[in-house]
Antibody, heavy 119, light 109 residues
């Protein structure tokens, strides 16, 4: 059973850096079969894909978003990470990590973690 | 790139069928057979219902079906049950992005 679990601070001050961790169990992020994605959902709004990382370390980001996101991974911990610098109130959202298959399908999701940007 | 267009709400009575549309462009839905649908209950993570337009993952009831015509994809829920009341989101590959729809709140009457 594949499981993903997000973790990180629930509150971040404006202009600071947001750092989130996704811990994967039941699968290895070292697999060439999948991509590992981050998706966010602003309060009362829809879903927005942020980007993914591949086991090789290759990353790809939503071209419509500010280029302040960075995704990385640690195979020894079976974890991948999201970093967003210079956060604003508009970055307040529930952040999900998800496994993505090659057909751009997100088949397993974490439970999500709410991040609030406020002073 | 704009989000895919979904009706904000839909409704149907127990046992009836309801169809939710998802309209994109010739650069996303119209270009690729990589459309997926997700169900989200309040406070929960989205759950995959349909992938590659009309394929169901194991464990998803056959009551859920997907289709596509031109730039519009559709999700049909047959034999509505009370637990189908949720938000539904479509998603399409665009070549350099993955676009979601704005979501449709399905009410079971």
């Amino acid at each position: 059973q594949v499981q993903l679990q997000e973790s990180g601070p629930g509150l971040v001050k404006p202009s600071q850096t947001l750092s989130l961790t996704c811990t994967v169990s039941g699968d290895s992020i070292n697999s060439p079969d999948y991509f590992w994605s981050w998706i966010r959902q602003s309060p009362g709004k829809g879903l927005e894909w942020i980007g993914y990382i591949y086991y090789s370390g290759t990353t790809y980001y939503n071209p419509s978003l500010r280029s302040l996101f960075a995704i990385s991974l640690d195979m020894s911990k079976n974890q991948f990470y999201l970093k967003l610098t210079s956060v604003t109130a508009a970055d307040t959202a529930v952040y999900y990590c998800a496994r993505e298959v090659p057909s751009a399908t997100f088949d397993y999701w974490g439970q999500g973690t709410l991040v609030t940007v406020s002073s | 790139q704009s989000a895919l267009t979904q009706p904000p709400s839909a409704s149907g009575s127990l046992g009836q069928s309801v169809t939710i549309s998802c309209t994109g462009t010739s650069s996303d839905i119209g270009a690729y057979n990589y459309v997926s649908w997700y169900q989200q209950h309040p406070g929960k993570a989205p759950k995959l219902l349909i992938y590659e337009v009309n394929k169901r993952p194991s464990g998803v009831p056959a009551r859920f079906s997907g289709s596509k015509s031109g730039n519009t994809a559709s999700l049909t829920v047959s034999g509505l049950q009370a637990e189908d009341e949720a938000d539904y989101y479509c998603n399409s590959y665009t070549g350099d992005n993955r676009l979601f729809g704005g979501g449709t709140k399905l009410t079971v009457l």
